[in-house]
């Protein structure tokens, strides 16, 4: 395995190839998968067949790129959620939590925080579909306009998914690169971790949309209640969550002092596939709803899996070539002064380059594709600078733009896109000056506040 830190025709040929690739995937959004997947056959075929001497990357080499963990993960986490959304458990937990507010302002405010807490644990885009049909029911009622109700929801939803460790895509990508577990996201090496720099910032967005609908004391009396007569998906949830928990006191194989049991690296995909397996076979064997499976089976986002399966691959490849090793040392000269300061400059171009691109293009390949440069990144200025720079400091600031960026714009996040998807739905055609009205002041106060917190804690 060769890497390079300057220029050659082999990094200028992967540079190319994942050129291209990124930006057919910008393009055409709908064949993204077929894409990655497309490139990541010929990262294998000029690996196999020789063309550079130095550069072999055969399919079996492929196969042990893909990160079958975080993808039983994901599809474990989704297969439960989609039970625990047909179950209506959180349309009840949403009424009860609106029957207790009295107007409009800390009715889209309660929404808006309980949609960001549920998606801490549950995919964004489920979060959404979960809240807005009873914000939608709400608004209806009080003859109201549900558009910007359904813009703080959806953006809340995409703040919160790097809370945990299931919350998001981005989140189990994070943890794997920067070998966290459950409790890392809580606390990390004797400090606050993500969850506790997503929290404040959601505080802090909180008083923007306090702030927005200051005018907006219309009083709400809504006595209808959900009702749920299946506990048991909510119940698998749950133990998902606190099965995860247990283990992450569990050292992986890399981190467990001689002698000491340790876990096997596919061991959070196992729990989350084992939790969804049981609650489908439940549900087939004792509320007798085989068309249960076909509708997990027609939900699950088989669009991310696959994109995600083509971009380990492709990773991987560029990993190989180089390209990642010559990105990073490229960046490192931001740092090359040697000085805290010098940090301080290419800590702020991650977060800021971050939340430009990923109000643009989704996080997904973005932070899969930047988690291995913070690493080499962080490497490359400990070497060179004579300082010890914690990666914590690039992989958690990476998380902060990428994941909280996608909320300046309405294509920046899947949880928008839902979001106004439900909006057109419903006869509200959503541009993309209104969104930003509510986008932007949100995303502003949310990264500001976790790029100084990052900072403070882990420089």
Same mark, same amino acid.
């Given at each position: ?18 050129f *291209? ?32 001497p130095?550069?072999?990357?055969? *399919? ?7 990160d ?5 993960m ?6 439960? *959620? ?72 959806a ?30 996201f ?6 606050p ?20 609908f ?28 606190v ?24 061991t ?47 990773i ?74 914690n ?30 998807g ?14 930003m ?23």
């Amino acid at each position: 395995m060769c890497y390079y830190k300057h220029m050659n025709i082999l990094t200028i040929t992967a540079l190319i190839i994942f050129f *291209v690739t990124y930006v057919l995937m910008f393009t055409m959004q709908k064949f993204r998968p077929y894409i990655a997947l497309a490139s990541a056959a010929v990262f294998v075929l000029i690996g196999s067949i020789g063309i550079f001497p130095e550069f072999s990357y055969t *399919v079996p080499d492929a196969l042990r790129e893909i990160d079958w963990n975080v993808l039983m993960m994901i599809a474990g986490t989704m297969g439960t *959620v989609y039970y625990f959304i047909e179950s209506k458990m959180p349309n009840l937990m949403a009424d009860m939590l609106v029957s207790k507010v009295h107007t409009v302002k800390i009715m889209v405010l309660s929404l808006s925080l309980f949609a960001g807490i549920i998606s801490a644990f549950v995919d964004n885009v489920a979060t959404v579909l979960m809240i807005a049909p009873v914000a939608l029911a709400i608004c209806r009622k009080l003859k109201i306009s549900p558009v910007p109700t359904i813009i703080c929801i959806a953006v809340s939803s995409n703040l919160q998914g790097a809370a945990t460790l299931v919350g998001d895509t981005t989140s189990i990508l994070l943890a794997k690169a920067a070998n966290l577990d459950f409790m890392g996201f809580f606390w990390c090496e004797g400090r606050p971790g993500m969850f506790f720099v997503t929290e404040i910032g959601a505080l802090a967005s909180a008083l923007i949309i306090l702030y927005k609908f200051r005018n907006d004391n219309q009083k709400i009396d809504v006595n209808d209640r959900t009702k749920v007569e299946d506990y048991f998906p909510a119940i698998m949830l749950l133990l998902t969550v606190v099965t995860l928990i247990v283990v992450s006191f569990i050292p992986y194989k890399d981190s467990a002092a001689p002698g000491q049991f340790y876990k096997p690296d596919i061991t959070n995909g196992l729990i989350c596939m084992t939790f969804f397996l049981i609650t489908m076979i439940r549900d087939v064997l004792v509320n007798k709803r085989m068309d249960s499976v076909k509708g997990v089976l027609k939900e699950m986002d088989y669009y991310t899996l696959s994109l995600l399966l083509g971009l380990f691959i492709v990773i991987g490849g560029i990993t190989r070539a180089g390209v990642i090793d010559l990105i990073g040392a490229t960046l490192a000269k931001l740092g090359s002064g040697g000085s805290k300061m010098a940090v301080f400059i290419v800590y702020t171009v991650i977060v800021w380059i971050s939340v430009l691109l990923s109000a643009f293009i989704d996080n997904i390949p973005y932070t899969a594709t930047m988690l291995p440069v913070v690493a080499v990144l962080a490497s490359e200025l400990s070497a060179h600078s004579g300082l010890t720079i914690n990666p914590n400091l690039f992989y958690f600031g990476l998380l902060v733009g990428a994941t909280l960026g996608g909320n300046l714009t309405p294509i920046g996040a899947s949880a928008n896109i839902t979001g106004l998807g439900i909006l057109r739905k419903e006869g509200h055609e959503v541009s993309s000056g209104e969104f930003m009205k509510y986008g932007v002041p949100f995303t502003l106060a949310a990264v500001i506040t976790g790029y100084v917190l990052v900072w403070i804690l882990w420089s």
